[in-house]
Structure formats: structure tokens, C-alpha cells
């Protein structure tokens, strides 16, 4: 894993004090241990490519579109955030995105060494929601809550990250693709781990440290019922690919537990007043309409078909 350890005030990191220099030492630490995955150290050799093909290149193609559409996720993020701070920026612009465009250059690469189309991500486009709320977000209080679900998503995006490639590391193994585990996937498994602590470090900051007043908390909470998606999945085909993703990593038997983790930390910081609350329901409905429409074959790929 990559090393997420913060310096905090007290013990349990999920629980003790997170400070503001243990952040800016966290992404120095990222930026100095984990340098963008270099294409010459990857082995892409495939032992039986139409079995890789068809058992995981859909997932492959999904995971380098996200990964390359990091390019417009900076573009939402200087949006949304015009006032980011400096630790902020260093993570997103040092870090975060030269390590995630690599990941999917190199998972794009392994894609059409399999035989399929590159992938498309969109790069450009920033939606009109996103534009209103980054215009509103110049007034302090409206850009202390966006920032709060910039954490958030950004939380559930890494967990979501960390156990895809968890299973699809177990995956290639299984059909005895050791190369492409140990060099490809696993290499990139042991990225996100970092970022996702930043996420969520930086959530609890903001609540430990009452940066937003508790109409702001309410707000946050209402919001992210709201707006909640799954990453990568922007419009109803995407959200089949997902659901097709769920399926071949065999985490559809364990949803409620996979919902659980990914939401962990939006649990934790908005939801902990709803005692025995396991998943925020609109994290498992999200994933059982992805599901569905999987399940409909509306979607399907043509290549795996």
C-alpha cells in the first residue's frame, strides 16, 4: 500500500486531531515516494488475451477512462474551488493527476494490446450544475461546503479505486497473468491508498476543526443525497458499464458490504448522528440502478457480446 501515514495529535488516526502540517507533509510524501508509474516499468505480456479479453476488457476500458479523464476533473475542480488552498492545489496538480493520467495511458495501452479501441474519455466538458455551483462557490460559506463534498467524493472515488483493482489483481492471477498483476495492477493499487487519505484527512479536518457552521453540515447532507454518483458513470450507458463492472469483479453478492466501505468516511463525518445506519441508502441505490441496468443487456458491450 502506499504509505498514508499522518502525523496527528492523539492516537487512532481515524480519530485524533488532524493538523493542517501533517496534510502538506502527507502530499510531500505522496509526491516524493510514489512518482507517476513510468510506462518502461509495466510488462503487458498476455498469456491468453481473449480470455483477459473477455473476462475483464470492459473493466480494463472503464478504469482508463476514469483515469484519463483526470484532465477534466482538474477543470471541475478550478471550477468549484476558486479559493483552493495551497496543500490542495499541490495534491491535485503535483500529484494526483500526472499519477492518474499514467495509470490510465498505461491501462489504455494494455486495452488495445487486447484488441480493443482506445478509450474515450471526456476531457473538456464541465456540466452546467457544476458551473453554477463553482460561480456561487465565491461566496465563503457556499465554498466551504462544496469543498467538504470535494472531499467526500473524492474519498468514495479512492475506496471505489482501491477495491477494483484489489479484485482485478486477484483476477489476472486467477488466469495466470501474473505479469499484468504484479507490474500493472498492482503498481496502480498501491497509488490510490495515499490518495484516498487525503480525502478523507481533509474531511475530518474540516469537521474537527468546525470549519462549517452546522446549517452548513445540514446542507452538505442534502446535497450529497442529491448529487451522489458513482465514478465514471455521468449518464445511463456509463452507469450500465458500471454495473457491468460490479458483476465481473464478483461484488455483487457482498453490495451492502462494498456500499459500506465505499461510503465510509460520508458515513462517518455526515451520517453519524443516525445510529446503526450501515450504508447512506443512496449510496446502495445508486449502485442497484447500475445493477439493473447492467442486468437489462441494454448496454452490453459489443466487443464482450
Not at 476533473?73 to 494526483?96: I, K, S
Not at 465565491?138 to 461546503?145: D, F, M, Q, S, Y
Not at 475506496?159 to 496502480?188: C, F, N, P, W
Request: some cysteine.
Amino acid at each position: 500500500m502506499a504509505r498514508c501515514d499522518l502525523e496527528v495529535e492523539g492516537g487512532e488516526m481515524g480519530k485524533a486531531l488532524v493538523t493542517e502540517t501533517a496534510l502538506r507533509d502527507h502530499v510531500h510524501r505522496l509526491g516524493e515516494l510514489h512518482p507517476p508509474i513510468s510506462l518502461d516499468s509495466v510488462d503487458r505480456t498476455v498469456r491468453r488475451p481473449h480470455l483477459v479479453l473477455s473476462e475483464y476488457g470492459h473493466v480494463i476500458d472503464y478504469l482508463a477512462r476514469v483515469e484519463l479523464e483526470v484532465d477534466r476533473n482538474v477543470l471541475e475542480l478550478l471550477t468549484l474551488l476558486p479559493d483552493a488552498n495551497q496543500t490542495d492545489r499541490t495534491f491535485y496538480r503535483d500529484v494526483w493527476q500526472p499519477q492518474e493520467t499514467q495509470h490510465g495511458l498505461i491501462l489504455d495501452r494494455l486495452q488495445q494490446d487486447l484488441g480493443r479501441p482506445a478509450a474515450a474519455p471526456d476531457t473538456e466538458t464541465v456540466s452546467a450544475k457544476i458551473r453554477v455551483l463553482g460561480a456561487l462557490s465565491h461566496l465563503r460559506p457556499v465554498h466551504e461546503v462544496t469543498r467538504l463534498l470535494y472531499y467526500l467524493t473524492g474519498a468514495a472515488t479512492e475506496k471505489s479505486a482501491v477495491l477494483a483493482y484489489g479484485r482485478l489483481s486477484g483476477g489476472m492471477r486467477r488466469l495466470g497473468e501474473h505479469a499484468i498483476a504484479r507490474t500493472v495492477i498492482d503498481q496502480i493499487k498501491r497509488q490510490e491508498p495515499g490518495h484516498f487519505a487525503y480525502y478523507a484527512l481533509s474531511a475530518r479536518w474540516m469537521i474537527q476543526h468546525r470549519v462549517l457552521a452546522p446549517w452548513q453540515v445540514h446542507l452538505a447532507r442534502v446535497l450529497r443525497r442529491r448529487s451522489f454518483g458513482l465514478v465514471g458513470a455521468n449518464n445511463e450507458v456509463q452507469r450500465a458499464q458500471f454495473g457491468e463492472l460490479v458483476q465481473s469483479l464478483d461484488l455483487t453478492d457482498g453490495l451492502p458490504a462494498y456500499a459500506h466501505q465505499i461510503s465510509v468516511v460520508e458515513r462517518e463525518l455526515l451520517w453519524a448522528g443516525q445510529q446503526g445506519m450501515y450504508v447512506p441508502p443512496y449510496v446502495l441505490k445508486a449502485l442497484d440502478d447500475a445493477l439493473e441496468l447492467a442486468r437489462s443487456g441494454q448496454y452490453a458491450d459489443p466487443i464482450r457480446t
